[in-house]
């Protein structure tokens, strides 16, 4: 039995599409637009147009951006001799939000997943092989999450770089800062124990 009138209910639904939102969320977020005066509402219609529109990925990393190189690529301060490989623009964003890392990137918008049917012709690895045999690339960091996926993908890749002679690294894991050893899992402390460095 429909509660709402069919317009509502349409939205209610458009929102729970979104990933981590339920139905109550979907619910509150309808109602809050609904609450929205007309030009507020035709704004935030707008801006999502827009960004469909005008958001395009670049021809070098993959990164999203609003036309032509993205901004990190267009950089003359940003060190073009390092890769750090990532599966969505998102992980770029944490990466910067670091400050501790000046290269460029490459996005692949995805990792290999049988299971989901993603296999390695559908994400963005061509374009990185083809930055790579250009020859100004010296190291690729292999920044994919450490799950079986993320390994997966990078295992691959890394066995794709290795003709080219270049150094391919991978992100260091372990105890999460604030952490306690005692709650960590037998994995997260093998990987800290192999990623150890020297004080």
Do not use: W
């Not at 801006?47 to 070098?60: H, N, Y």
């Not at 990164?63 to 993205?70: A, E, K, R």
């Not at 073009?80 to 969505?88: F, I, M």
């Amino acid at each position: 039995m429909e509660f709402f009138p069919a317009p509502l209910e349409k939205l209610v639904e458009q929102f729970a599409r979104l990933p981590g939102i339920g139905g109550k969320s979907a619910q509150r977020l309808a109602f809050f637009v609904l609450g929205l005066s007309q030009a507020e509402a035709e704004d935030f219609a707008g801006a999502i147009l827009d960004a469909k529109r005008s958001i395009t990925c670049c021809p070098v990393c993959q990164n999203f951006t609003s036309g032509g190189l993205c901004p990190i690529c267009s950089s003359a301060k940003r060190d073009g001799s390092t890769v750090c490989v990532v599966a969505d623009p998102r992980d770029v964003a944490a990466i910067e939000r670091s400050r501790e890392y000046n290269g460029h990137y490459h996005v692949l918008h995805g990792v290999i997943s049988p299971m989901n049917r993603v296999g390695p012709d559908d994400l963005a690895i061509k374009p990185l092989l083809e930055r790579v045999a250009k020859g100004d690339v010296q190291e690729v960091i292999m920044a994919t999450n450490p799950d079986t996926e993320g390994e997966a993908t990078a295992m691959y890749i890394a066995r794709l770089l290795k003709p080219f002679g270049l150094r391919v690294t991978r992100l260091a894991y372990g105890i999460p800062v604030g952490g306690h050893l005692e709650t960590a899992d037998q994995a997260t402390l093998t990987r800290a124990l192999e990623g150890r460095r020297e004080l």
